[in-house]
């Protein structure tokens, strides 16, 4: 059993930068594949980005890439997403998500269904 807990959303103007975290507990957390969904308010939840147990791939959503970056840090049991140059757009509620290691997860990092433990989520405000 893994249980996520995100932290670090708030209100930022356009332009600002956040960084989100995500502490897993749980005796093996650190083997799990993680990755970041978002949810804007009228819409589905979409994938954000994911990093790899090792934290030696990662991947992400053409919305966010060169703005976001994954990373994680396994001695702490943590994951993070830096977030720069937000837009209104950003808008959400982020989700940190972690999956058991499978021989699919490069190719199916961004599916949901694939993700075995979720978090609460933390809601990232961008005002214009």
């Known amino acids: 059993q893994v249980q996520l807990v995100e932290s670090g959303g708030g209100l930022v103007q356009a332009g600002g930068s956040l960084r989100l975290s995500c502490a897993a507990s749980?005796?093996?957390?650190?083997?799990?594949?993680m990755g970041w969904f978002r949810q804007a308010p009228g819409k589905e939840r979409e994938f954000v980005a994911a990093?790899?147990?090792?934290?030696?791939?990662?991947y992400y959503a053409d919305s966010v890439k060169g703005r976001f970056t994954i990373s994680r840090d396994n001695a702490k049991n943590t994951v993070y997403l830096q977030m720069n140059s937000l837009k209104p757009e950003d808008t959400a509620v982020y989700y940190c998500?972690?999956?058991?290691?499978?021989?699919?997860?490069?190719?199916?990092?961004?599916?949901?269904?694939?993700?075995?433990?979720w978090g609460q989520g933390t809601q990232v405000t961008v005002s214009s």
């Open positions: 998500a972690a999956r058991f290691s499978d021989g699919t997860y490069y190719v199916t990092y961004a599916a949901q269904y694939k993700y075995d433990y």
């Open positions: 749980g005796r093996t957390a650190r083997s799990y594949h």
């Open positions: 990093i790899s147990w090792s934290g030696g791939s990662t």
